[in-house]
């Protein structure tokens, strides 16, 4: 999943209850903050971390567009919005499927099943990316500044998407998912180094 300084897009939830001895709406919005901190923190439990073995996996093609499906896609919707992603792979989830989600522009979130690239523009740009999978990590990393891309829903449509920049950039880290590839693969041997330097100590610790 990608995790980007775009954060502003899940600030505001307002997902409390409405108790009625908070009529602060400061208190309100505090609290409604720690709620959605703390929904953030049982999705990431949820979405494999680095280490995970299924993170380096390649996904295999989906033959079946069945009601297995549309529930995953679920969940891994809900799971993106919860850990205020902005897209999410199958295989963040342990499941080697290609499949990811992902919300472009203003739209509601989508599914892309059996994702294939028609168009890459030629020019790159380096920005930092985070990744929910590799929690604490920012790194800068090159993308093809556009990209159209083929696939399926998860009805098994055909969908088509042609990306600007910051979707663009979300949707090569999801495909890059999809065949085992990780951000820090994608850096440089400085930033790589500091990144694992942040990882390390998760890993001894679990
Ligand atoms: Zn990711």
């Known amino acids: ?54 993170l380096r996996l390649v996904a295999h093609q989906v033959e079946d567009f069945d009601d297995d499906l549309r529930r995953l896609v679920e969940r891994m919707t809900v799971l993106m919005h919860e850990a205020q992603g902005v897209g999410l792979a199958a295989t963040q989830v342990g499941v080697l499927r290609r499949i990811f989600v992902f919300e472009p522009g203003e739209e509601g979130p989508h599914a892309v099943v059996n994702p294939v690239v028609v168009d890459r523009a030629g020019e790159t740009l380096i920005e930092d990316e985070g990744c929910l999978s590799l929690q604490g990590v920012r790194v800068p990393v090159e993308r093809a500044v556009g990209l159209t891309i083929e696939g399926k829903d998860e009805n098994g ?10 979707d663009a950039r979300v949707v090569q880290h999801e495909l890059d998912h999809l065949d085992g590839v990780l951000i820090i693969d994608r850096t440089d041997d400085e930033h790589r180094k500091q990144a694992l330097s942040t990882l390390r100590p998760r890993i001894v610790l679990r």
């Open 157 to 166: 449509e055909d969908v088509r998407y042609e990306l600007g920049e910051y």
């Open 1 to 54: 999943m990608t995790e980007h300084d775009h954060t502003h897009e899940h600030d505001h939830e307002h997902e409390s209850g409405h108790g009625h001895e908070e009529d602060s709406s400061a208190t309100e919005e505090a609290r409604a903050e720690a709620e959605a901190a703390a929904r953030r923190r049982l999705a990431l439990a949820q979405i494999r971390q680095y280490g995970d073995p299924a």
